[in-house]
């Protein structure tokens, strides 16, 4: 019976994978954090219907196979999902470890987060480990920050942001009055709004248009979808709660979030104050930590991994994704493929010239970043666990990355004081005389076209370098092994140039125009930062999530069955 395949079966009840995946015809399309268990037992059902027919047709044991390009938090998310609902998943990765830009460097024998620092919206991955059967608890130690971020001017003028609402309001107050700290309360008031009315309806619902998102927000949908200020710029929208340039600058940083310009990005992206104030933790052992959890419970549910593989063709066979090949010729099989890449690989043919013409269109870049991997002493330095050095002109700063293509030439500077968690400030014990840093500045993503020429570098990293030595970090040179550029995240993650964070946010279709889970060609998806919902550790998480369910809703429909092996049965939610 090997190699035999039975006629295609349609599922009977009801159940429409077009629908499930689009449009608000279906309300699983609309997936808030309590309706994935309900999901998941829609999707046992269908498993359960899937084996009846292959038992029917005499084909036990089976498991339809998926493989997940690249071990980012959107391939391991989905390749959990999958693997729990029964499918047989293989995961290929260039790197040697999983986690895609969750990477530790190595400097002077000290490993450093070199991706991202921030842990924001817990209970996306306390849904994925409890729907996995596991618990995130038990997986990683995770630490409440107090203080959000320390903020520092060229003035050395300061303020500090807090886990506490009221307290960050009574900071503002005696930063720039009561008038500002009344704007904070009113601001925040809005971005919280914003954020539960697109919670349910964009960020963890498949990709919809202006139309269909506003049909998801029920009677008034125009109307409501409308009052969260999609045509409006962050910078706008912060103009009409703060009068304090400073205040406006804080808290346009956020649209950098998502690799963007706060003149550019809609007045949606103030969610990102919500999401931050809803609390941010320390992973204990750094953010690889959360990486590695994902490995392991993916590993448990039988999820096969290939590690240091890299993918040079995604197979096309009968019109629909068939497999992959290795860049040492090796092919593997499978019924589906989900790719955990920027969509640019894609469109670039680094996957293969065949999927080119079905992938997503080429789309401006976000942000890419110069960042650096530091061991030094501090002992006088008053540093939180996150710090931004803010620039004294904020439009130029943008300026010169998306219109002039250039570093700029006062950076804002991000500092993660990875020894330092919370107040008060002091620096570490001697056991620790010397402290991990990770310096940031954002940069244009030329890194495949222009890389930054020494003379650049070397002007850039004086200017950051001094600002660091008046904040009291004893900085001398920065190792090789410590510094990214945009050429070097180019080299990580292909046909990126060194974007960070996928498309820009810019303009108020930007949100609309990010790809989702499907792409033209069947049987191949997408997953990660670079796709909807968005850029950031809980986004991609949640894109992989939204992938894995819409590919299982394809395959209810019409699955082809194959011999195989179901890899450690399913679990029940």
């Known amino acids: 019976m090997t190699g035999l395949r039975p006629r295609q079966h349609r599922l009977q009840g009801g159940l429409d994978p077009q629908r499930h995946c689009h449009g608000r015809a279906s309300q699983m399309s609309i997936l808030a954090p309590r309706e994935f268990a309900r999901h998941d037992r829609t999707?046992?059902?269908?498993?359960?219907?899937?084996?009846?027919?292959?038992?029917?047709?005499?084909?036990?044991?089976?498991?339809?196979?998926?493989?997940?390009?690249?071990?980012?938090?959107?391939?391991?998310?989905?390749?959990?999902?999958?693997?729990?609902?029964?499918?047989?998943?293989?995961?290929?990765?260039?790197?040697?470890?999983?986690?895609?830009?969750?990477?530790?460097?190595?400097?002077?024998?000290?490993?450093?987060?070199?991706?991202?620092?921030?842990?924001?919206?817990?209970?996306?991955?306390?849904?994925?480990?409890?729907?996995?059967?596991?618990?995130?608890?038990?997986?990683?130690?995770?630490?409440?920050?107090?203080?959000?971020?320390?903020?520092?001017?060229?003035?050395?003028?300061?303020?500090?942001?807090?886990?506490?609402?009221?307290?960050?309001?009574?900071?503002?107050?005696?930063?720039?009055?009561?008038?500002?700290?009344?704007?904070?309360?009113?601001?925040?008031?809005?971005?919280?709004?914003?954020?539960?009315?697109?919670?349910?309806?964009?960020?963890?619902?498949?990709?919809?248009?202006?139309?269909?998102?506003?049909?998801?927000?029920?009677?008034?949908?125009?109307?409501?979808?409308?009052?969260?200020?999609?045509?409006?710029?962050?910078?706008?929208?912060?103009?009409?709660?703060?009068?304090?340039?400073?205040?406006?600058?804080?808290?346009?940083?956020?649209?950098?979030?998502?690799?963007?310009?706060?003149?550019?990005?809609?007045?949606?992206?103030?969610?990102?104050?919500?999401?931050?104030?809803?609390g941010v933790w320390r992973v204990e052992g750094g953010m690889a930590r959360l990486a590695g959890a994902l490995e392991t419970l993916a590993r448990g549910l039988g999820v096969n991994f290939r590690l240091s593989c890299e993918v040079a063709t995604i197979k096309i066979q009968n019109g629909r994704a068939a497999g992959v090949q290795l860049a040492g010729g090796e092919e593997i099989a499978a019924d589906s493929v989900v790719v955990n890449a920027d969509p640019a690989a894609l469109s670039s043919g680094s996957l293969g010239l065949g999927v080119v013409r079905r992938a997503p269109p080429a789309a401006p870049r976000s942000l890419s970043a110069v960042t650096w991997g530091l061991v030094a002493q501090a002992p006088t330095a008053d540093l939180a666990h996150h710090n931004v050095l803010f620039s004294d002109d904020y439009p130029a700063e943008f300026d010169d990355i998306f219109r002039h293509g250039r570093l700029p030439v006062s950076p804002t500077i991000y500092v993660c004081a990875q020894d330092r968690h919370e107040t008060p400030r002091s620096p570490p014990g001697p056991e620790l005389s010397s402290e991990r840093f990770l310096v940031l500045i954002n940069a244009p993503a030329h890194g495949d076209q222009a890389p930054l020429s020494s003379e650049e570098m070397m002007s850039c990293q004086s200017e950051v370098f001094g600002r660091l030595r008046r904040m009291g970090l004893r900085v001398g040179e920065a190792t090789p092994s410590g510094l990214t550029t945009p050429a070097t995240f180019n080299a990580l993650f292909p046909a990126t140039g060194g974007a960070l964070y996928g498309q820009a946010t810019h303009g108020w279709k930007a949100a609309f125009d990010r790809p989702g889970a499907r792409t033209r060609l069947p049987g191949l998806y997408l997953a990660g930062g670079g796709t909807h919902p968005g850029a950031g550790v809980p986004m991609a998480a949640l894109s992989g999530r939204l992938a894995a369910r819409c590919l299982m809703a394809d395959r209810a429909s019409i699955f082809p069955w194959r011999r195989g092996a179901m890899p450690g049965g399913t679990s029940t939610p």
């Open 43 to 278: 999707v046992m059902q269908v498993r359960h219907m899937i084996a009846s027919s292959a038992t029917d047709n005499g084909y036990e044991n089976l498991a339809e196979r998926v493989i997940v390009i690249g071990g980012g938090i959107g391939g391991l998310s989905c390749a959990i999902d999958l693997a729990r609902w029964g499918f047989a998943v293989t995961v290929v990765e260039r790197a040697a470890a999983c986690g895609g830009k969750m990477r530790e460097i190595m400097v002077d024998g000290r490993a450093i987060d070199a991706g991202p620092t921030v842990f924001t919206l817990r209970w996306v991955f306390e849904e994925l480990f409890a729907d996995a059967g596991a618990d995130l608890d038990a997986a990683l130690t995770l630490l409440p920050l107090e203080t959000l971020a320390h903020h520092v001017w060229p003035d050395d003028a300061r303020l500090d942001l807090f886990a506490d609402r009221e307290r960050s309001a009574e900071a503002i107050g005696a930063f720039a009055g009561k008038a500002e700290a009344a704007g904070y309360r009113a601001f925040h008031a809005e971005a919280k709004k914003v954020f539960e009315s697109l919670k349910p309806t964009f960020l963890t619902a498949q990709r919809a248009g202006p139309v269909g998102l506003a049909g998801r927000f029920g009677l008034g949908g125009a109307a409501d979808l409308f009052r969260l200020r999609p045509f409006d710029t962050l910078w706008r929208a912060l103009g009409d709660h703060f009068q304090n340039p400073r205040l406006r600058q804080l808290f346009g940083r956020y649209a950098t979030y998502c690799g963007s310009s706060p003149f550019q990005a809609p007045a949606t992206l103030m969610l990102v104050a919500h999401v931050e104030q809803a």
